[in-house]
């Protein structure tokens, strides 16, 4: 991990019980979501966590903002172990710390106007005034380019694009340091995408913002990210900087999902590989759990995990074939 991080995630792990086997008895299953992730976040850098649905990534930004509890690792953001504070001082620290979903109209409380959810984070807070509650919110809804009068409107009078803008003002009403964008423009029609990627960009230009942008659109993070990190089956296979990794991918699962990405030039695109269905996080395989869908797959891949390989600055991936200790094993005729 970098040594500057202004987030830095080391080992963390998060496992979900799913009872004890289903109407049958039997022993309790296991989802292995998030095991052993580490990463980290220079101050006003974007960090994109990709990888298929399913991958863990949704996981680790709620576990980053411990909106649901770590089973083992260190989370430190600005320094502070946030693992480590009591309830008391979570709440406080939340301030800092933000969230912006998929679904913008199921974020939204319908019941409340534009206005009052905007405002919900002050008021929890104890921020300010009356007065300046209202300069803020005017504020907020110039900053996210929403009209003043919006402010008396519903959520169900708005559009979705308009609805997400709403949603960022709101992770954005307290002295937000970091902001988690889950799949954040996912749900959006395409155009709408642009203009919620731009703005986002514009915010945290403005307001020297680190993000952790997860998604599984590499089209979006290509626009949107500094650096990225893959994952795959609750692990993360290869993290380097944006254009090490759209321009000399090393992991044949980071292969594969660049190959997907629609052009526009015909004739431009890889082959897409043939991947076949992804293992259960139930029953992850064993060793480098993408050798059951990987082409260049061995003995070796079957059963020893791959450890980081580092291929250029910030740049490492996980792959045996990477290693030179292993890579001879792989290539030597069987």
């Known amino acids: ?112 106007t534009i206005g009052a959810i905007i405002l919900e984070p002050l008021e929890v807070h104890r921020e300010g005034n009356a007065a300046s509650r209202r300069a803020r919110l005017a504020a907020l809804l110039e900053m996210v380019g929403l009209p003043a009068e919006f402010a008396a409107r519903f959520p169900h009078e708005l559009s979705g694009g308009q609805r997400q803008r709403v949603g960022i003002a709101r992770a954005l009403a307290l002295e937000t340091d970091l902001l988690v964008c889950d799949e954040a423009v996912s749900a959006l029609d395409v155009s709408v995408q642009a203009q919620i990627v731009n703005l986002l960009q514009r915010i945290k230009r403005e307001q020297g913002l680190t993000y952790l942008f997860i998604s599984h659109d590499m089209a979006i993070v290509r626009h949107m990210a500094d650096r990225i990190a893959v994952m795959y089956l609750g692990q993360i296979v290869e993290t380097g900087p944006k254009r090490a990794i759209f321009d000399a991918p090393a992991h044949p699962y980071t292969r594969a999902l660049l190959a997907s990405v629609p052009r526009s030039e015909p004739g431009t695109r890889p082959a897409p590989a043939v991947l076949g269905d992804i293992p259960s996080p139930i029953d992850p395989p064993p060793g480098c759990r993408f050798h059951t869908r990987c082409p260049h797959a061995g003995d070796i891949c079957r059963t020893v995990r791959p450890a980081p390989v580092a291929l250029a600055a910030a740049h490492t991936a996980s792959c045996h074939l990477l290693d030179p200790a292993t890579a001879a094993q792989l290539r030597s005729p069987s």
Request: with cysteine.
């Open 1 to 112: 991990m970098a040594e500057d991080g202004f987030v830095r995630v080391d080992g963390l792990t998060r496992h979900f019980a799913l009872g004890a086997g289903g109407l049958l008895g039997g022993r309790p299953q296991i989802v292995r979501a998030v095991d052993d992730v580490s990463f980290s976040i220079r101050r006003g850098e974007t960090l994109a966590v990709v990888g298929e649905s399913g991958c863990g990534k949704t996981t680790v930004g709620r576990l980053v903002l411990r909106l649901i509890e770590a089973d083992a690792g260190r989370i430190e953001i600005g320094g502070t172990d946030i693992r480590a504070l009591d309830d008391a001082a979570l709440r406080r620290f939340r301030r800092r710390i933000q969230i912006v979903i998929q679904d913008p109209f199921g974020s939204l409380n319908p019941r409340m």
